[in-house]
Antibody, heavy 118, light 106 residues
């Protein structure tokens, strides 16, 4: 059974780049699709994008200009970069697995809160 | 963009009640709809996929139905562990979530 664990700074300054990593254990990252999803405090869920090890990525149209998702197969992890952040990017960020590109999410990390503030 | 309308936003119920949550989408999604349960401080947990398929390990009191643009999640007999927030998600075109339904104790 796969386990996912997010890590990264909990505080990011406005206009800077948010960077998070998701470490995958219990299975190879070369299988499946790997997603980032976020949830502002007290609000609903927003899909950010996915990556597959063959190199394909897909991003939410609303975030596409600021998002990069990459993969590190040697360390079995994938990463999120979100540039030019504002307070509206404050959220719990989750990594999650899916069997295909646009798909449902069957394994999730516990989530990590990122606050954007000076 | 596919718009999701989930109702009600809050539902008050008692243990043993039959509970139904509705998710309406702005266009046909080929039944590519999932339901999740989320408890405070936890990640969402997959309950149902492709509108009516029960995820492994999920109690059979949960069921999903619907087609076209209207879908429902039903809990046949609400249990104490079921008080939580429920989200629908379409995955036909990109991925979009409903705004959630909080099931609270009456």
């Amino acid at each position: 059974q796969e386990q996912l664990q997010e890590s990264g700074p909990g505080l990011v300054k406005p206009s800077e780049t948010l960077s998070l990593t998701c470490a995958v254990s219990g299975g190879s990252i070369t299988h499946y699709y790997w997603n980032w999803i976020r949830q502002p405090p007290g609000k609903g869920l927003e899909w950010i994008g996915f990556i597959h090890f063959i190199g394909s990525t897909n991003y939410s149209p609303s975030l596409k200009s600021r998002v990069t998702i990459s993969m590190d197969t040697s360390n079995n992890q994938f990463s999120l970069k979100l540039s030019s952040v504002t307070a509206a990017d404050t959220a719990v960020y989750y990594c999650a697995r899916s069997d295909s590109g646009w798909y449902y999410f069957d394994y999730w990390g516990q989530g990590t809160l990122v606050t954007v503030s000076s | 963009d596919i718009q999701m309308t989930q109702s009600p936003s809050t539902l008050s119920a008692s243990v043993g009640d039959r509970v139904t949550i509705t998710c309406r989408v702005s266009q046909s999604i080929n039944s590519l709809l999932a339901w999740y349960q989320q408890k405070p401080g936890q990640a969402p947990n997959l309950l149902i996929y492709k509108a009516s398929n029960l995820e492994s390990g999920v109690p059979s009191r949960f069921s999903g139905s619907g087609s076209g643009t209207e879908f429902t999640l039903t809990i046949s007999s609400l249990q104490p562990d079921d008080f939580a927030t429920y989200y629908c998600q379409q995955y036909n075109s990109y991925s979009t979530f409903g705004h959630g339904t909080k099931v609270e104790m009456k």
